[in-house]
Structures are given as C-alpha cells and as structure tokens.
C-alpha cells in the first residue's frame, strides 16, 4: 500500500475530505476552521503538484477506482473497462495544478476578505466542493464521471455565486448561472447517452478506440462542444460570465475562472482524445475558431465601456477564452495534416495551453485585486475610485504585473502565449492574428483606463482613510504574482519542462487509448 | 417503427422543456421546463438499455428468460435523478430568495444585471 500509487485518487478525496470536514472544524470556532481551510487547500495544490511530477515522469498513466489493483484498467476476459479510470497525463496533471493553485490564492485572500460575514462553514464547505468538482472533472476518464463532477462543480459555484444572499444582483446572477449551466449539464447527459447507445461504454478510451462518425457521434459532438463552450464562458452564450463573476466574493470568483477552464479542457480531451483524426470535416474545427475570434472582440468591446471594475475584468476574461479557443481550434485544424501540424498546428496547441495557464494566473490575480479595491475602498465603480497608488502601494504592484501580462506585454507571460498563437494563425489565415492583435490593444486600453482612474490621480475625500489591504489578503495574491513572474523570467523553461508535454499529451491520442485499453496489467 | 416511438416522445418532451426554459417568463414555469427535460433525459437513458422482453438485471431474480435490459443506464439514470432532485431544490430556494427580493415571479422584472 503505497500512498503515491493512489495519487490520483487523493487529489480528489483531500478537496472532498476538506469539503464535509468543515462544518465539523467550524464547530471548533474560528481558528480552527481557518486553519483547516488553508492545510486543506495547501495539501491539494502539493497533492496536485506531485501528480503533475509523476505524470511529467511516467507519461499517461491510470488509476482504477474499486478493483484488485490500481492499474487493472481491463480485468481478464472483458473488452471493455467497466470500472470508473482516472486518466492522468501531462496536460490533466497540469490543468489540476492550475486549478489548485487559483484555489490555494482564493483560500488565503477569502480568510479576512470574508471575516465579515456569517455563514463561513458553509462557505468553506462550498469551496471545496467546487475544488474537488473542478480537479474530478480535470482527472477522469469516464464520461458519465465527467458529466457527475460537472454537476458537483455546478451546484456548489450556484451556491457561492449566490452566496451574498441579501443582494438581489447576487441572487439573479447565481440564478441565470444555474438555468444555463443546468441546460448545459443535462446535454452532456445525453451525449454521454448516445456514446453508450452506439458503443456500450462510457470510458473516453473506450469510446475513442472504437469511434466511427455516425449522425449520433455527430449529434453528441454538437451537444458537447455546445454545452462545453457555454460552461467556459465564450460568446454566444457568455452572458451569465459577467453576472456570475461579478457577484461572486472575490476569492470565488479567482476559483471560477479555474473552473471554466475545467470546462474547456474537457472541451478539447473531447475533441482530441476522443474523436481526434475522425472528427470529420474542418466544421468543428472552425466553429470553435469562429467561437473564439467572437469571444475575443466582444468579450473586450463590453470590457471598454464597463464602470463596475469586476464586470470589466470579467468581459476581459470572454475575451481571453477566445484567444485559448482560438489557439487549441487552430491546432485542431492542423490535426490531420502531419506537415500542417509540424507546421503550425503544434504551436498553435501550444500557444493555447500556455495562454490557458497564464490566463488563469493573471486572471485570478485581477479578480482579487478588483476583491482587495472593493474591501479597502467599499466600491467597485471606478467613477468613485481614485489615487489608490499610494495608499495600497503592494495592491497596485500586483495590479500593474497582471495588467501587464493580460495585455500581452514583454517580457510577461502573456507576451509569450499571444505571440505564439500570432505566429502560428497567420499560417492558417492573416485575418486571425488581425483580430487577436486589435483585441490585445484594446485590452491594454482598458487596463490603463483602470490603471489611470482607479490607482493615479488625486485622492477622493471619501477615501482618505483607505489602507492596504490586510497580510493574508496580499499573501494570497502575491501567491499568483509570483506563478505570473516565474512564468514570465522562465519562458524557456516553462515551454519545455510544462507546456510542451502537455501539448504532445493532447495530440497523442493512440496513447490516451493504449494506457486503457492496452491489456491488463 | 414501433421500436423508434420512445424516442420520439423522449425527443418531443425534450423540445417542450426547451421551450418553456426559452419563452416561459414565470420563473416557476421555468423550473418545470427544466425538469422536463431532466425527466426527458433520464427516460433516454431508461430506453437506451431496453431490449425487447428483457427481464430486470439482477441475475438470481431473472428467472428462465436469456434477455436482461442493461443495468448500466439504470444506474446512470439514478445518479441523474439524485443530482436532478438537489438541483430543482437549489432552483426553488433560489426562486424563493428571488421573489423576497424582487416581490415577483416575472423575468422581464428580475434585469437588475445588465450590460
């Protein structure tokens, strides 16, 4: 009984352990369930950290919940997994460690940002659920097992969206989330429906070693790419994005982003792993780079004309899922072309994974800056903000290093991931990198509008008494500082060592089926 | 034909839901849309494992018949119908919260979000 055997497994069961232990802990008062609250969150981003080392090391590798052995992907005799596989390769080992990163930083910025109000064990409960939601969804290789951590994702981010129960706004944010998101879910159900009426199984290897398209593969890749791309937010079913990260507190709302991004990598495990070559036609492809450019420019025309700083960088970040869409679409496109593919495609998958990590790091940065302006100042218009520079000199530090990176300036991380989706797009057609590039000036605008109204300037009377925002606040968000910093000094490394395996995981589809389907033991 | 015909209601109670998730304004009305087609969805599961004359999925209770419905879309099915029942729950506490606020049911009132 080996513990790093069943890693896979504890990244999922801490989160959850955490989850229903907190009411407990909070019985215990206050100390106690902060306390929890952070060693819970700090085990799974180190849980989330080792599994990424192990899968970096040994390539793709399984583990089977409720057999003999944990690798007994096929017990002797069957064709088909019948047991629930967690499938682990660089690329979901990667996106769990995002997301317990953005989790870990929300957790230290949400213990005083939330100090003031009641309710916390549930709020702690909450959160966790919605980690374990997002990281089940990021590890499992089962397609009813994604559609149930979807669910558990969905129901506890409803809940935190609507956490501040006495705000109407709130209360129809986390409202409009839910009917969409549950429309959503529920054809996820009937494409995970269809995949067994053709196939008998529900393993995303089983079914992508047996693939033929057919109208119903055709109608489950619709339902999916549909409800997949409404869950991460791009345009045109993005108007709960703004509503819901708005009124979310600002330590949820840096998971949320996290969470969306759970979404679109399942979004393209779908299309790469399962489908991969046999996806037909250059449709889909297209649809998600057309989904992607909307995103782009609709997302960061909103964003210009938005007074409420949250709802501005929650515009901001339709956009940036369009430059992700953008990228991974592209590679997609590339996909059946060998020479294509070592063209431009490969960059592109690149590009678009990279930019999926800088964009959560820098995104959830923003938001919990925009967090930090709302509690020092007791406002998110930026009509009534001003001057804050000198009164929160460490806040505005971070702001600028975030806006930066979101704006795509070198030598930040956010240079490295656009020029790379630039490079490689202009092989596809001239008009994309068009459209990104406008839409990166227009982002840089924005951020030095905020910049400019929020930090500069003379200081209202009104807010003559602002301070720094308190320790644990700062330390939370100087946690994501320094991910966007190393990311930004280290490009080569970060190519090499994270973004590269995690792009060859993607593409390789034989090898996301052999480690299921490849015999036994 | 006749083998076909559960689809078809299941696809018809499907596009009901829809339309009353789309055009209803009462939100009550739009709950029901949902479950209908959460009801819709669980009866796709129920009639994707179906086999003609099959016999419930559990060996020693199966009797002489050969043909057993499959028992993998039960069980899904069942999972759907638990997470379906604590999100309709969720959806009318929220509705509730809602109308305490707003004092009415009416989407076209609820737009205090916009832009």
Same mark, same amino acid.
């Given at each position: ?45 180190? !849980? ?9 090391? /040994? ?22 997994? *019948? ?23 929300? =957790? ?91 196939? /008998? ?122 430059? %992700? ?34 964009? @959560? ?21 930026? /009509? ?10 460490? =806040? ?16 930040? /991380? ?6 790379? %989706?630039?490079?490689? @797009? ?58 966007? !910093? ?36 | 034909? %006749? ?37 819709? @969805? ?45 999100? @309709? ?5 929220? *509705? ?13 009132? *609820? ?5």
């Amino acid at each position: 009984m080996n513990w790093y055997d069943h890693l896979p497994a504890l990244v999922l069961a801490v989160p959850l352990l955490g989850a229903f232990g907190a009411p407990v802990l909070g019985l215990s008062g206050r100390y106690a369930r902060n306390a929890w609250f952070v060693l819970i969150s700090a085990c799974t981003a180190a !849980l989330a950290l080792l599994l990424w080392q192990k899968a970096s090391m /040994n390539g793709v590798f399984v583990y089977v919940l409720g057999a003999e052995s944990w690798k007994l992907a096929l017990p002797s005799g069957m064709s088909l997994p *019948i047991r629930i596989i967690l499938e682990v390769d660089s690329f979901s080992a990667l996106m769990a460690v995002i997301g317990s990163i953005a989790s870990f930083a929300g =957790t230290l910025f949400s213990l005083r940002f939330m100090e003031r109000f009641s309710g916390l064990d549930k709020f702690v409960a909450l959160y966790f659920l919605l980690t374990t939601g997002m990281l089940g969804m990021e590890l499992t290789g089962d397609l009813f097992n994604f559609f149930v951590f979807l669910e558990i994702a969905s129901v506890a981010s409803f809940g935190l969206v609507a956490f501040w129960r006495d705000r109407p706004e709130a209360v129809e944010a986390g409202f409009k989330y839910m009917l969409i998101s549950t429309v959503g879910a529920l054809f996820v159900l009937l494409a995970v429906g269809l995949f067994y009426g053709r196939y /008998n199984a529900v393993n995303m290897a089983a079914v992508g070693q047996m693939l033929h398209l057919g109208l119903p593969e055709k109608a489950a890749l619709a339902l999916l790419v549909a409800a997949l791309a409404m869950k991460c937010g791009s345009v045109p079913m993005h108007m709960w994005t703004p509503d819901a990260y708005a009124e979310a507190p600002a330590g949820v709302t840096c998971l949320l982003v996290a969470v969306s991004q759970a979404s679109l990598y399942g979004l393209f495990r779908v299309c790469f792993s399962i489908y991969g070559m046999s996806i037909g036609s250059s449709v889909v492809p297209w649809t998600i780079i057309v989904m992607g450019l909307l995103s782009m420019f609709i997302g960061v025309t909103m964003a210009v004309i938005q007074k409420d700083v949250k709802r501005l960088m929650a515009y901001h970040s339709v956009s940036q899922v369009g430059y %992700i869409l953008l990228g991974l679409g592209v590679g997609l496109l590339a996909l059946k072309d060998a020479k294509a593919m070592a063209d431009y495609g490969f960059t592109a998958i690149q590009g678009g994974i990279f930019h999926l990590m800088n964009y @959560t790091m820098y995104k959830g940065l923003l938001f919990l800056v925009a967090g930090a302006l709302a509690y020092a100042a007791k406002s998110r218009n930026l /009509n009534e903000l001003g001057g804050l520079a000198h009164a929160m000199p460490h =806040t505005t530090f971070m702001f600028i290093i975030a806006a930066a990176a979101i704006a795509g300036l070198p030598p930040f /991380n956010g240079f490295v991931s656009k020029l790379l %989706i630039y490079e490689s @797009t202009f092989a596809v057609h001239p008009f994309l990198p068009v459209v990104a590039m406008v839409t990166s000036v227009l982002t840089l605008a924005s951020f030095v509008k905020v910049f400019q109204t929020a930090f500069l300037g003379p200081r209202r009377s009104r807010l003559a008494e602002v301070e720094e925002v308190p320790g644990t606040m700062l330390l939370g968000m100087f946690s994501l500082t320094l991910v966007v !910093l190393g990311l930004s000094l280290f490009p080569t490394w970060s190519m090499a060592h994270i973004i590269e395996p995690a792009a060859k995981a993607l593409v390789d589809q034989a090898g996301y089926i052999r480690a299921v389907m490849g015999g036994g033991l | 034909m %006749i083998a076909s015909f559960p689809y078809l209601i299941v696809g018809l109670l499907f596009l009901f839901g829809l339309y009353a998730v789309v055009f209803e304004r009462n939100l009550i009305k739009i709950a029901i849309g949902i479950s209908v087609i959460e009801a819709a @969805t669980n009866m796709f599961l129920i009639v994707l494992g179906y086999r003609t004359g099959g016999r419930i999925p559990v060996f020693t209770l199966a009797g002489e018949s050969k043909v057993l419905v499959l028992p993998t879309p039960q069980a899904l099915t069942l999972t759907a119908i638990v997470i379906g029942m604590a999100t @309709t729950a969720l959806m009318l506490s929220l *509705i509730m919260v809602l109308y305490r606020h707003y004092g009415t049911l009416d989407v076209r009132e *609820i737009r205090r979000l916009r832009g």
